[in-house]
T-cell receptor
Framework: QKEVEQDPGPLSVPEGAIVSLNCTYS??????FMWYRQYSRKGPELLMY????GNKEDGRFTAQVDKSSKYISLFIRDSQPSDSATYLC????????????FGPGTRLSVLP | DAGVTQSPTHLIKTRGQHVTLRCSPI?????VSWYQQVLGQGPQFIFQ???????GRGNFPDRFSARQFPNYSSELNVNALLLGDSALYLC??????????????FGPGTRLTVL
């Protein structure tokens, strides 16, 4: 079993839809959770960073962490064609080092 | 301000050769990490360097090595290339490896193709 599981998609939605992206993980030692967006042929770009269970909102993006279920989500409201990209979840065990564990990514297409 | 820069952009090598990839972090950032991203997968951690010292190593063979220079730029070296080394190699920099300044910023990557 992989440490981090993520539906690879592709996921296609119409413009304006609410998008839900999810990751599950198996290692309860993970404490820090991140969502990255990666456009084709570009490096990943950090979208959201959370530590505790609960919700964190930033503009059209909401990150949700449920440590008891080992489940994290990213919601995108009012999705735009410019949101079309691969979304990667990432996790780390402690507050030191950059040993992030990434999910395989979900490809999202927002159709105009 | 310039972001993380990597060179070269693309590289084609044959099996058995070696390769050197380069990374310049964001000005003021002292921590550099390297990741390998195979097509269709998420990045996998290879190395982290901070203040020229190795601070972390992922599950990669000894054919992979890296170093960080006094100006905080970094090189990733891969010897005896295998077909399976074909991937996008990403460099990420941060102010420090821990605390409030641990946010990583990724470069555009170097796409390595091994024939």
């Amino acid at each position: 079993q992989k440490e981090v599981e993520q539906d690879p998609g592709p996921l296609s939605v119409p413009e304006g839809a609410i998008v839900s992206l999810n990751c599950t993980y198996s290692n309860s030692a993970f404490q820090y959770f991140m969502w990255y967006r990666q456009y084709s042929r570009k490096g990943p770009e950090l979208l959201m960073y959370t530590y505790s269970s609960g919700n964190k909102e930033d503009g059209r993006f909401t990150a949700q962490v449920d440590k008891s279920s080992k489940y994290i989500s990213l919601f995108i409201r009012d999705s735009q064609p410019s949101d079309s990209a691969t979304y990667l979840c990432a996790m780390r065990r402690d507050n030191y080092g950059q040993n992030f564990v990434f999910g395989p990514g979900t490809r999202l297409s927002v159709l105009p | 301000d310039a972001g993380v820069t990597q060179s070269p952009t693309h590289l084609i090598k044959t099996r058995g050769q070696h390769v050197t990839l380069r990374c310049s972090p964001i000005s003021g950032h002292k921590s550099v990490s390297w990741y390998q991203q195979v097509l269709g997968q998420g990045p996998q951690f290879i190395f982290q360097y901070y203040e020229k010292e190795e601070r972390g190593r992922g599950n990669f063979p000894d054919r992979f090595s890296a170093r960080q220079f006094p100006n905080y730029s970094s090189e990733l070296n891969v010897n005896a290339l295998l077909l399976g080394d074909s991937a996008l190699y990403l460099c990420a920099s941060s102010l420090s490896p821990s605390g409030a300044n641990r946010e990583q910023f990724f470069g555009p990557g170097t796409r390595l193709t091994v024939l």
